[in-house]
Nanobody, 121 residues
Framework: QVHLVESGGGLVQAGGSLRLSCSAG????????MGWYRQAPGKERELVAT???????IYGDFVKGRFTIAGDNAKNTVTLQMNSLKPEDTAVYYC???????????????WGQGTQVTVSS
């Protein structure tokens, strides 16, 4: 079991910036990718950005160059720098990790509890 610790959400005005961080703890192993998803009220959870252990990044179409994801494999942390925030970015942002256990290759997927991001107009 991996416990994800998220931080960095909050309230910001449109055009502002926030930086989200997530840590899986240095003892976690077998992680193949870490990322962020978000869910706004009444909407489905959607991909914001992910980064693989090899550094390959994938962004949601709505990001359009505004957000940057970065990972630290040694520390098992992932950050999401969000710039030029819009009111429609308001949502609960969830950290996610995926991987396989090293001893027997069983896939795993863990989610954080979520952090609220609110962008005022």
């Amino acid at each position: 079991q991996v416990h994800l610790v998220e931080s960095g959400g909050g309230l910001v005005q449109a055009g502002g910036s926030l930086r989200l961080s997530c840590s899986a703890g240095e003892r976690a192993s077998g992680i193949n990718a870490m990322g962020w998803y978000r869910q706004a009220p009444g909407k489905e959870r959607e991909l914001v950005a992910t980064i693989s252990s090899g550094g390959i990044t994938i962004y949601g179409d709505f990001v359009k160059g505004r957000f940057t994801i970065a990972g630290d494999n040694a520390k098992n942390t992932v950050t999401l720098q969000m710039n030029s925030l819009k009111p429609e970015d308001t949502a609960v942002y969830y950290c996610d990790i995926e991987g396989r256990t090293k001893n027997n290759g069983i896939p795993f997927n863990y989610w954080g509890q979520g952090t609220q991001v609110t962008v005022s107009s």
